[in-house]
């Protein structure tokens, strides 16, 4: 893992220089001993956090259509506002994730671009939902993702779902940093507006 070597180089860097600057003969003093271990403590807890977030920002893949629905609700759980395109949002009938979803519209935290409305949309949108369905436009985006912590630059990330026949679902997450997460918020203020002036009309 990339980023844990780059905190064990760190570490041992600093060691270094803490034993340049303070050398010693056999023994290590008790200072010495502290000062050790508290770099060891604060380097390997940052190192398990980067390392933690290195693998759920990785690619995943999945098989089946299970597999894909707990992604989606763990992710959904795990996340404060969130922001989805779909097509339909056909993978919400599941239990579990509509169950899930009911609390987030009610809480004012959801909200979904689709070419078309559904029942089951419609009953988030009673709840607090945002929903709006940009077929009436005559516009259909290709890509598929949700944001989660929208509007939480520090925090927030895109999660992108593609697939190629005959092979598994690739979810890939990424940070407010990467372009596409850009690419994707001007989408949904692009919607947004577009639905503002239809609305106006």
């Not at 997460?181 to 009309?201: G, H, P």
Request: charged letters at 20%; one cysteine or more; a positive charge.
């Amino acid at each position: 893992m990339k980023s844990l070597l780059n905190w064990l180089a760190a570490a041992a860097s600093l060691i270094g220089l803490f034993f340049t600057l303070n050398p010693f003969s056999e023994r290590l003093s008790s200072l010495q001993i502290l000062i050790i271990a508290a770099i060891v403590i604060v380097f390997g807890a940052a190192a398990t956090f980067d390392v933690k977030e290195e693998l759920r920002r990785a690619i995943k893949k999945y098989k089946t259509t299970a597999e894909i629905n707990t992604y989606m609700h763990e992710m959904l759980r795990n996340s404060g506002k969130c922001e989805i395109c779909s097509r339909d949002a056909s993978w919400i009938s599941d239990k579990r994730i509509f169950s899930l979803l009911q609390s987030k519209a009610s809480r004012s935290e959801l909200t979904f671009l689709v070419h078309r409305r559904t029942p089951e949309l419609d009953q988030l949108a009673s709840l607090g939902a945002e929903v709006i369905a940009y077929g009436v436009f005559g516009f259909e985006p290709m890509t598929r993702f949700t944001v989660a912590n929208a509007g939480n630059d520090s925090s927030s990330y895109v999660a992108i779902g593609h697939r190629k026949p005959n092979e598994a679902h690739v979810i890939e997450e990424l940070d407010s940093s990467h372009p596409t997460y850009s690419m994707a918020r001007d989408l949904i203020r692009a919607i947004r507006a577009t639905n503002d002036k239809y609305n106006a009309n």
